[in-house]
């Protein structure tokens, strides 16, 4: 029987945290008066975390803790948590402590205007300006320029998901930070709310300005996703008929100069970088377009050979098909 909520958190050296956060956690979900799991997921912990909540799991059945055999980071501990997640709604939030489990209740409520995903926003952040807040404002403005999803804070953990939107978000690499990004390619309807932010007081960041060249790496990553991953032609080909434009113009300038002006005294050496130029131009351009043709291979592999389709239904109303879509008591 499905749930009305799952509660995803990833966690990662947290052992001076756990207690608390379950403690403040559990007040909020039973005020609710929903059914709902808690899904610790630990990833790899080297401390005393795992102990922590296996004590808490051996008290509760309503929390679960899914244990990696090692540190596998964020992005693959949000997606085991959306894999085994059994809510119709499902919550991510960090174990930190800086995100507030009071605030559930007000994602819930702008989950049910109609929304599928509702996205924190820390507007009151309560980190170091320098090294945490300018390099994430200036990442926030990029992402947003790059992939046209519009948000203030990409980076907050505490989000609310539709489980159908969860469970059709594929996630590699480091990409939990490109959340947004991802469900906003399947077509869910996203809005901001702000949430309360407190200061570390226990543990250590596991973050830091030297995360930015992989994400700047992931948001190309996110960009071809979101623009070309079901048509790789239309960017390689593009790029290699321009190079082959440009080097096939460049040869045939130099050849009909040489055809029409055979008089006109230009050494070989003088013309030798223009050609060199214009054959590399022409040879670079049919690799591109080869690279998109074997692209578009590749790409009707990876969906035929799993029958992934291209798109994804939000709903079927009507007829005797059977609705396997995810349905939450918190509706619109």
């Known amino acids: 029987?499905?749930?009305?909520?799952?509660?995803?958190?990833?966690?990662?050296?947290?052992?001076?945290?756990?207690?608390?956060?379950?403690?403040?956690?559990?007040?909020?979900?039973?005020?609710?008066?929903?059914?709902?799991?808690?899904?610790?997921?630990?990833?790899?912990?080297?401390?005393?975390?795992?102990?922590?909540?296996?004590?808490?799991?051996?008290?509760?059945?309503?929390?679960?803790?899914?244990?990696?055999?090692?540190?596998?980071?964020?992005?693959?501990?949000?997606?085991?948590?959306?894999d085994l997640a059994q809510g119709d709604v499902?919550?991510?939030?960090?174990?930190?402590?800086?995100?507030?489990?009071?605030?559930?209740?007000?994602?819930?409520?702008k989950l049910a205007e109609g929304y599928d995903l509702v996205s924190g926003w820390r507007a009151k952040r309560q980190d170091g300006f320098l090294l945490r807040r300018l390099p994430s404002v200036l990442a926030n403005r990029l992402i947003g320029w790059i992939t046209g999803v519009k948000l203030h804070d990409f980076g907050c953990t505490l989000k609310a998901y539709r489980c159908d939107v969860a469970k059709n978000i594929r996630l590699y690499g480091e990409m939990h930070r490109f959340i947004p990004a991802l469900a906003h390619l399947i077509g869910a309807r996203i809005v901001e709310l702000e949430v309360q932010h407190h200061p570390r007081t226990r543990g250590q960041s596991k973050y830091g300005i030297s995360r930015t060249p992989r994400v700047l790496l992931d948001l190309i990553t996110i960009k071809f996703l979101m623009s070309y991953s079901t048509r790789p032609i239309q960017?390689?080909?593009?790029?290699?008929?321009?190079?082959?434009?440009?080097?096939?113009?460049?040869?045939?300038?130099?050849?009909?100069?040489?055809?029409?002006?055979?008089?006109?005294?230009?050494?070989?050496?003088?013309?030798?970088?223009?050609?060199?130029?214009?054959?590399?131009?022409?040879?670079?351009?049919?690799?591109?377009?080869?690279?998109?043709?074997?692209?578009?291979?590749?790409?009707?592999?990876?969906?035929?050979?799993?029958?992934?389709?291209?798109?994804?239904?939000?709903?079927?109303?009507?007829?005797t098909m059977e609705d396997t879509d995810c349905r939450s008591k918190i509706s619109a």
Do not use: W
Not at 278 to 299: A, D, N, P
């Open 1 to 82: 029987m499905s749930l009305d909520l799952s509660i995803v958190i990833p966690v990662y050296n947290e052992e001076f945290n756990l207690s608390e956060l379950y403690d403040r956690l559990k007040t909020v979900l039973v005020s609710l008066g929903l059914s709902y799991e808690i899904l610790f997921v630990d990833d790899g912990s080297r401390d005393n975390s795992l102990k922590v909540l296996e004590e808490i799991a051996h008290k509760d059945p309503t929390l679960k803790v899914i244990t990696f055999r090692r540190n596998f980071g964020q992005t693959a501990a949000m997606s085991a948590g959306f």
């Open 90 to 109: 499902v919550i991510t939030m960090d174990s930190d402590l800086q995100n507030d489990p009071a605030d559930i209740p007000k994602l819930l409520a």
């Open 235 to 319: 960017i390689f080909g593009f790029t290699g008929l321009i190079s082959g434009f440009l080097g096939f113009v460049i040869c045939a300038y130099l050849s009909l100069s040489k055809l029409l002006f055979p008089s006109e005294r230009t050494s070989l050496n003088e013309r030798m970088p223009m050609l060199l130029l214009g054959v590399f131009l022409i040879v670079i351009g049919i690799q591109f377009i080869t690279m998109g043709l074997l692209g578009e291979l590749i790409v009707r592999t990876y969906h035929e050979s799993q029958n992934k389709p291209i798109y994804v239904i939000r709903s079927i109303i009507g007829g």
